[in-house]
């Protein structure tokens, strides 16, 4: 017997008190009690989102943020600026494709970053570039964008926007939308916010949503602008996904109390460890700059990445994501996102170090969770 454990990069676990709150029978979502509840989460997210703007709550996964943020911010004709350096920042060219847009694309190899003179360059190339696409951290690859220094170069260009999917790391990461100057930042339920998969999350300050009046792309459940009218009156334009939003407002109550930089700090540590504890394995990063999100890790010579996070799951209860597209087999991912302690990474790492074990990888046992405990303790 086994229990399980998931360290995804989503979903991640989610806490039992919330799970509690929305085992609770169902309320009618346009009443005052579920208006209370949904103000709080305006306000909640706007603390994670770090921004002063609107936060619009879509009932879907993350994608549908990004496309809405795709079909209310171009035209069909327009071009935009992507960042192809995985899995997801691929999707931004394929949906912005979808929509008629013209995409240039910055090829990254995957676990490396895009640098800001990327960007610079790339916008002084093709000044009929209207939004630029990054990815905070690059899920598939664990690779973290300098998402701050992009938008400084950005700025340069006053008619060009920044659009940010913080989808796997916004509310694990330090990132603060409005100072840093994004135009829109993109996230969604099942991963910083602790929450089952089901809510996506979008911001648009007001240089973007000057924008979204203009534009021309066909749009009707995504169209931004009837969430914002609803949102003026506390409310949303179609049945709210109440359960997921009763949790959201547990969750947001949970990460205030814990508070941002605590949050981020929390991440950072338990990011660190588990890079530590990995290297002591003599295994390698695929990341140049990990994110703090999720730790992408190359299965040693010999090891089949597939197969791994197979016995880990079936012979420990611990699930780590495997590798996407062309990593597939060669990479494994362990997510420290969300609702996530400290003695969990030990018992991560533990589950590893016999797994590898049992699979013919030589591990002195002990080595990883001792390097992770060693990180632990140098924390006052
Ligand atoms: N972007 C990133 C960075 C992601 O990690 C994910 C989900 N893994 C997505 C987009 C897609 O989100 P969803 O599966 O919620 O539609």
């Known amino acids: 017997m086994w229990k399980s454990r998931l360290f995804t990069p989503g979903p991640t676990s989610v806490p039992e008190e919330i799970l509690l709150e929305m085992a609770k029978p169902l309320i009618h979502h346009r009443t005052p009690q579920f208006r209370k509840i949904l103000v709080e989460c305006f306000s909640g997210l706007?603390?994670?989102?770090?921004?002063?703007?609107?936060?619009?709550?879509?009932?879907?996964?993350?994608?549908?943020?990004?496309?809405?943020?795709?079909?209310?911010?171009?035209?069909?004709?327009?071009?935009?600026?992507?960042?192809?350096?995985?899995?997801?920042?691929?999707?931004?060219?394929?949906?912005?494709?979808?929509?008629?847009?013209?995409?240039?694309?910055?090829?990254v190899d995957w676990g490396k970053s895009v640098t800001p003179t990327q960007i610079e360059e790339a916008l002084r190339k093709e000044p009929e570039i209207k939004v630029v696409f990054t990815t905070l951290c690059e899920t598939s690859t664990g690779a973290h964008t300098d998402v701050r220094s992009i938008s400084e170069v950005i700025k340069r260009f006053p008619e060009v926007?920044?659009?940010?999917?913080g989808i796997s790391s916004l509310g694990a990461v330090e990132c603060r939308t409005d100072e840093w100057g994004i135009d829109v930042m993109v996230s969604a339920s099942q991963k910083a916010f602790m929450l089952p998969p089901?809510?996506?999350?979008?911001?648009?300050?007001?240089?973007?949503w000057h924008r979204v009046a203009e534009r021309k792309s066909p749009r009707y459940y995504l169209d931004l602008a009837a969430y914002r009218k609803s949102l003026e009156k506390e409310d949303t334009p179609y049945t709210p996904a109440l359960t997921l939003i009763i949790g959201l407002a547990g969750a947001l109550r949970m990460m205030k109390a814990e508070g941002m930089e605590n949050i981020w700090r929390r991440h950072a540590i338990l990011a660190e460890a588990t890079r530590e504890a990995v290297r002591a394995?003599?295994?390698?990063?695929l990341a140049?700059?990990?994110?703090?999100?999720?730790?992408?890790?190359?299965?040693?010579?010999?090891?089949?990445?597939e197969l791994l996070t197979k016995v880990l799951r079936d012979g420990s209860g611990i699930t780590f994501a495997g590798g996407q597209g062309k990593l597939k087999?060669?990479?494994?991912?362990?997510?420290?996102?969300?609702?996530?302690?400290?003695?969990?990474?030990?018992?991560?790492?533990?589950?590893?170090?016999?797994?590898?074990?049992?699979?013919?990888?030589?591990?002195?046992p002990g080595v990883g969770v001792g390097a992770a405990e060693k990180v632990f303790l140098r924390q006052k």
Not at 198 to 208: D, E, M, T, V, Y
Not at 288 to 305: H, I, R
Not at 336 to 363: P, S, T
């Open 161 to 165: 926007l920044h659009v940010v999917d």
């Open 198 to 208: 089901g809510l996506a999350f979008i911001s648009l300050n007001q240089r973007a």
């Open 281 to 285: 394995l003599g295994l390698k990063l």
């Open 46 to 107: 706007k603390e994670v989102f770090q921004t002063k703007e609107e936060v619009i709550i879509l009932t879907s996964s993350g994608t549908a943020a990004m496309e809405a943020a795709v079909s209310n911010l171009l035209s069909p004709g327009e071009r935009c600026l992507v960042v192809e350096g995985g899995k997801f920042g691929e999707r931004w060219r394929e949906i912005s494709v979808a929509y008629g847009i013209k995409v240039t694309s910055i090829m």
């Open 329 to 364: 087999g060669k990479i494994f991912r362990i997510a420290h996102l969300g609702w996530i302690d400290q003695f969990e990474i030990l018992e991560a790492i533990a589950a590893l170090e016999v797994q590898l074990a049992k699979m013919g990888y030589q591990v002195v």
């Open 288 to 305: 140049e700059t990990p994110s703090n999100a999720v730790t992408a890790v190359w299965a040693p010579e010999g090891v089949d990445a």
